[in-house]
């Protein structure tokens, strides 16, 4: 075995790596569910990357080998997940009623009308608006 192996044992396989402090090749494939009951009874979940231990410095290849059985079989779960993910997702779509708004036409001359008077109203509201006022 090479010098810089002893000292340095990483894979070169994307997703393996060597972690010093167990000294085991290590990878974080798939996920798990840790359930939490609070005090006041309530349940949270969530979920948490799963972390498998291949093997000490001295068995690369075998950590190599296990991790791709691993990784694997995580790719089928995955898929099978995703399809029926897929399915559930289709089904919700088919049965989904859609609201459509209710639109109104601009009355456009009546719009323009409007703005173009809008300062002759105002000046002759605006003195009445000063009598209710002081009334108070």
């Given at each position: 075995m090479p010098l810089i192996?002893?000292?340095?044992?990483?894979?070169?396989?994307?997703?393996i790596r060597w972690h010093?402090?167990?000294e085991n090749y290590i990878a974080e494939i798939g996920y798990h569910k840790i359930n939490h009951i609070g005090a006041d009874g309530?349940?949270?979940?969530k979920?948490?990357?799963t972390t498998h231990y291949f093997g000490d410095r001295h068995r690369r290849e075998e950590a190599e080998a296990k991790f791709a059985i691993i990784k694997k079989d995580w790719?089928?779960?995955?898929?099978d997940q995703r399809a029926a993910y897929e399915a559930e997702n289709a089904e919700r779509k088919a049965h989904t009623v859609?609201?459509?708004?209710?639109?109104?036409?601009?009355?456009w001359p009546n719009y323009n009308a409007a703005q173009v008077n809008e300062k002759r109203h105002f000046r002759?509201?605006?003195p009445s608006c000063a009598k209710v006022s002081t009334r108070r």
């Open positions: 192996e002893v000292m340095c044992p990483w894979s070169a396989v994307p997703g010093k402090p167990s309530s349940i949270t979940t979920r948490v990357r790719e089928h779960c995955v898929a859609t609201k459509t708004r209710k639109t109104y036409a601009q009355d002759n509201y605006l």
